[in-house]
């Protein structure tokens, strides 16, 4: 009986539906203006947050809390979509695997439209008869490669710790099966090395993190203790659901309030303090951390992945001799200085007008988790 | 010219924003008169006394089969739906089968079986077709085109034209099923959930509230999804709407697959969901007629049309935002 309860009980909380309830959204809302104007009267400045994950860029903007919370919060992106921190050199990278006739590139959809410096995107590739398909697991892609021996195919491994983990077991599955014509394009890039730039750098103001929930979920919380103890900063791992992140910016004001820095965890329906062991495990095999270029910054330390010597020939850059060449961000684009927080979408000068999601310029507006685009799509004004 | 592009693109056929630029800046600018030019889903057309709303649909889906239909019951349904809003009675359709040299003739034996069951159910006869085969790689299996022709019996006046700010928004049930199911089963994905195609014929639904007055307009909500939809009315009507995002019906399993995804329920394809925009005096007789059909069950009152000019939703939580078009291919080949 009582376990028949429990569960009952457990999979409500997992029921995204109790988590959007407009009664205790209102009640959190209260407290957030109550608590918000309190800090701006004694500190004289609105509470800068950033979050850092894309998903949460999107439902801020989708469940419309921006309008809800007041004007003391200031609730900024960061960089937090796999697809625009890509630099402008590593898209070029990508694609020049157009050019071999061998190659069938295999990508997240995301990728697709992002455009070269050349103003050509994978898209535009396919249509003039390039051979790019869209998949929707890295597993598809070594599919494919079992399914086309003459072929070599190229998985473009864009994203965060999140993806990185299957986009490893996928590796591991080609390596198992001897499959010899899968390869990858390895970009992934790593949070936490991001967030030391981000306020070791102090490009933009930021009083507190709103760190990503299923990054977190791989990680753990214990990756976020430097945060606390570098910068004496609170920081606070959210869900994303609306009401995950109105606890999120709560629990960050009361913070700021009392003075104290800590590392919160909201999302602990989810997320543990070690992370994932199994896939913390897989990427230690398969992947080596390295410097890795982010648009608009250029090198991070240890901030992305290479393979591991065991898996070193599953690289396709090494495959095909690709070098990496710095290329300037699009002529007008404030992509990069959107994604260090130092400008909001709204005030690049081709937002809405020249780059709009049917023709997008810079990657903040064609990435479905992109700022620019949560801000067009869902009418976000400030 | 708003397209941008030299060549066509898979957004093109999304149903969304891009979808529209093309009709307008190709076919309509080069085709256009007044009965083409409504964009409604069925063209009116009158002689004399008589009334008579036809359409066309080409289906196109890969896979061919998929859970809860196939492109035999998709191609009726179609334009069975896009007929019946109009406010017409459908009395025949034309069925044209492009086919594959190669074809399992079993294959195209079980889609013509469904097309069968399909227009029984809908009371509709196939009443002329057509047949072709080209060389292997030409098309990707079978293409399908529909056309359906349909009688105004009654003095029904549906148009979104129509559409005044107050007036209420019906829907016959949840969103989004048809094409996560299809996405599903043409990329294994493996969503569990039963999650399965809502194609279903809905001209005895329509025709249980047809005659209600203060209808102003109804539309299905096929590629682009709901979103598209409300958009499409609005802007002829020259009217906003605000959306009540809690009142639209999403089955739990569609509402998870789409989180995993990162898709927006409102914007993928039905196949068996319509809106009705009614008066408001009048949406409860229509709501209460609709959830006594079987396709009407889950029918709710989703929002409303404002004075403003945007399409809004009332988020979950209370605030409000945005809630544009879509704007390019979101899930290639449902229908």
Redo the contacts between chains.
């Keep these: 009986m009582l376990l028949k309860r429990f569960m009952r009980q457990s999979k409500n909380y997992f ?2 539906t109790i988590w ?1 309830d ?1 009664l205790i ?2 009640k959190i ?1 209260d407290s957030i203006k109550n608590k918000s104007e309190r800090i701006y009267k004694r500190d004289g400045k609105r509470v800068s947050m950033m979050e850092v994950c894309g ?1 949460h860029t999107m439902a801020i ?5 921006r ?2 919370i007041g004007d003391y919060v200031n609730l900024i992106s960061g960089p937090g979509c796999p697809v625009c921190v890509t630099s402008q050199g590593d898209i070029d990278r990508i694609i020049e695997f157009s050019k071999f006739k061998d190659v069938i590139i295999t990508t997240f959809g995301d990728m697709i ?1 992002v455009k070269g410096s050349s103003g050509k995107d994978l ?2 590739i396919r ?2 008869g390039g051979d790019v398909r869209v ?3 890295p597993l ?1 892609a070594v599919k494919i490669a079992e399914e086309t021996p003459d072929k070599n195919i190229v998985f473009v491994g864009v994203g965060f710790e999140t993806t990185a983990p299957t986009v490893a077991a996928a590796v591991k599955t080609a390596k198992k099966n001897n499959v010899n014509n899968f390869f990858v394009a390895p970009l992934f890039k790593l949070v936490p090395p991001a967030l030391d730039f981000l306020l070791s750098s102090k490009l933009c103001e930021i009083d507190a993190f709103i760190l990503p929930g299923h990054v977190s979920v791989i990680i753990g919380k214990n990756a976020y203790d430097f945060i606390e103890k570098k910068y004496q900063i609170p920081s606070v791992i959210s869900g ?1 659901e ?2 995950d992140i ?1 606890r999120t910016v709560d629990l960050i004001l009361e913070a700021v309030f009392d003075r104290t820095d800590f590392i919160g965890l909201e999302y602990s329906r989810a997320v543990s303090d070690e992370g994932n062991r199994v896939a913390i495990d897989i990427l230690a095999e398969v992947f080596a951390p390295s410097d890795a270029y982010w648009r608009a910054v250029g090198v991070i330390r240890k901030s992305g992945y290479v393979f591991s010597k065991d898996y070193e020939k599953f690289d396709a850059f090494k495959k095909y001799g690709i070098k990496y060449v710095e290329k300037p961000e699009p002529k007008g684009c404030a992509c990069g200085r959107i994604l260090l927080g130092m400008a909001k979408p709204s005030e690049c000068s081709l937002f809405g007008k020249l780059c ?4 997008a310029v810079g990657p903040c507006m064609v990435s ?2 992109g700022a620019c685009a949560a801000w067009y ?4 004004k400030k | 010219m708003s397209i941008k592009s030299k060549n066509i693109l898979l957004g093109h056929g999304s149903g969304g924003k891009l979808t529209n630029d093309l009709i307008n800046d190709i076919f309509i600018k080069k085709l256009s008169n007044k009965i083409l030019s409504t964009l409604e889903d069925s063209a009116v057309i009158k002689n004399n006394k008589t009334r008579i709303a036809m359409t066309t649909d080409s289906y196109v889906v890969d896979p061919i089969f998929f859970p809860g239909g196939d492109i035999g019951r998709l191609c009726v349904c179609g334009t069975v739906n896009d007929i019946s809003v109009s406010g017409a009675t459908i009395c025949g359709i034309s069925l044209a089968v492009i086919i594959e040299e190669g074809l399992d003739i079993s294959i195209l034996e079980r889609i013509v079986e469904s097309i069968k069951k399909t227009s029984k159910e809908a009371g509709v006869g196939i009443v002329t077709g057509d047949t072709k085969v080209v060389e292997k790689g030409k098309v990707d299996k079978i293409f399908i085109n529909t056309a359906g022709v349909g009688f105004f019996d009654k003095d029904v006046d549906f148009s979104y034209k129509n559409v005044k700010k107050g007036d209420v928004i019906i829907i016959n049930g949840e969103v989004g099923s048809h094409g996560l199911a299809v996405l599903n089963e043409r990329n294994n994905l493996g969503l569990c959930g039963d999650i399965k195609s809502d194609a279903a014929p809905l001209n005895g639904l329509i025709s249980s509230i047809r005659e209600i007055k203060g209808i102003r307009c109804m539309k299905d909500l096929t590629r682009g999804g709901l979103l598209t939809a409300i958009n499409e009315i609005s802007e002829f009507a020259g009217v906003g709407a605000v959306i009540d995002e809690k009142n639209v019906p999403v089955s739990r399993s569609v509402s998870s697959a789409s989180d995993v995804l990162g898709l927006d329920p409102f914007y993928i394809a039905n196949e068996g969901k319509i809106v009705v925009v009614v008066d408001r005096k009048k949406a409860d007789e229509v709501l209460s007629t609709m959830r006594r059909h079987k396709y009407g069950k889950k029918a709710s009152v989703i929002g409303s049309f404002t004075s403003d000019k945007a399409v809004m939703i009332r988020t979950s939580i209370g605030s409000t935002r945005l809630a544009p078009m879509a704007s390019g291919e979101q899930l290639p080949r449902i229908c």
Excluded: C, M, Q
């Design positions: 029921d995204s959007a407009p959204a209102e809302v998903t903007a989708k469940s419309g809390i309008a809800l439209k898209s535009e249509v003039s998949v929707y697991s598809d994303f609306p009401l109105l709009t999601p049917e023709n479905s988790e799509r869902y009418g976000v």
